[in-house]
């Protein structure tokens, strides 16, 4: 390969916010490892003559019997540049090494370069960027069945089978260096049950936090609005329209289809959206933001391994079109009533990002609720978080604006802590 081309494939791929967030390995050349064991482990299984689970199994009927879709997902391996091609090459390869994804739990690295937290991410990461692959990850019938195969891995991870990564070996999630790195001494744990009391890989992934570790701010103020979620700021938006070509550069945020409901749109027409990012290792239960009363919590089927062309080249997994996805993406919507005329109604929308499989909203229509209460989380993956607040509810948003150009280089927030003060 052309030297100066390689240095340039490397300097991108080092300051991908894929590689910052923990989505993909420091060490591109960890990613093409990763990649070429799991073709051994397709390989493998291929010798052995292991029959594709259900979820696989239909999503190769899918691609069998819609040209369209075999189309979009041939075209999308093809269009994969030659130097990223280090594993799969046809359709039968994804389809397999999809199979060994669903019943294998991410495993602990203890070099920073060399983790690889998000296979899904790094099988799709180069596919899901090609012409091809924006096409398909569009698809309604290929993306249900790709929810399908994620619903599936999470089914598993939520088993005590998928606890063989727990463990306090050097690779393992309860290892010294992991338990540092993700701050394990601030969450619930039982390091004299086996595997510290957690019941499944997932129970570990959105585990609890103490209480002490994340103070809810301004108790007993309403003016003071805090923090769904632990993460970084991407950016706040005010005056936000009613209908906007959410696709286009910059992403701007689009309420009918964020909200997905006429019922309660035109209160937020000219208001506020507040959005963060959640990596891998950020705390994966979300908070109400102030006092009030939910109202209609749901999922919202959508999209999952979709980026805006805008966006461009992005070899993060996706990261970069984080306002995109806020309106095409599985999502929560959580809406919550103060008593406060001023505040109105606040939306709190969990957003999934690739991996992500399983929303889960904890509370009930016309359930009270207190600002700090828990709402929900997240299973395995990264996500996006929006608020949005009416219009003339927020006097000022009280995080350092994200001003540097990149929607991944925010300030940090932590859950419960302030944001907002309300007029």
Known sequence: MNPDL?????????NSFGVVAGYLPENRAALDEWQLGLMQQVADEREK???????VKNLQDLIDSDGIVRMYVTEMIDQVRPEHKKGIHTIPDLLQALNVITKTAPEYRRN????????????????????????????EDFNDAIRDILKDWCDF?????????LTEDENGWLSQAAREQNKLYEFVTDPDEPYW?????????HRQIKDEFRPVAGLGDPKVVVSANDGTLVRYVRGVKRSDNF???????SLVNMLDSDDYTDRFIGGDVFQSFLSGADYHRWRAPIDGIVRMPRVVEGLMFSNAETAGWDTTAGTKSQCYQASVNTRGLVFIESKDPKMGMVCVIPIGITEISSITISVKDGQPVEKGQEL???????????????????????????????????APIFVNSQIALAR
């Open 112 to 139: 920073p370069r060399d983790r690889n937290f998000f296979p899904m991410s790094s099988l799709f990461v180069y596919m899901m960027m090609t012409p091809a692959g924006e096409a398909a990850f569009r698809n």
């Open 247 to 253: 696709w286009i550069k910059g992403q701007p945020y």
């Open 49 to 55: 003559g292991t029959e594709l689970r259900l979820s």
């Open 376 to 410: 929900g989380y997240f299973s395995y993956g990264g996500s996006s978080m929006c608020l949005v607040f009416q219009p003339g509810a927020i006097d000022h948003f009280t995080v350092p604006q994200n001003t540097g150009g990149d929607d991944n280089a925010g």
């Open 197 to 205: 009391g957690f019941r499944s890989y997932n129970d570990y992934f």
């Open 157 to 165: 991870l939520d088993r005590p089978e998928s606890r063989t990564v």
């Open 6 to 14: 390689e240095k340039d494939i490397e300097e991108r791929y080092r």
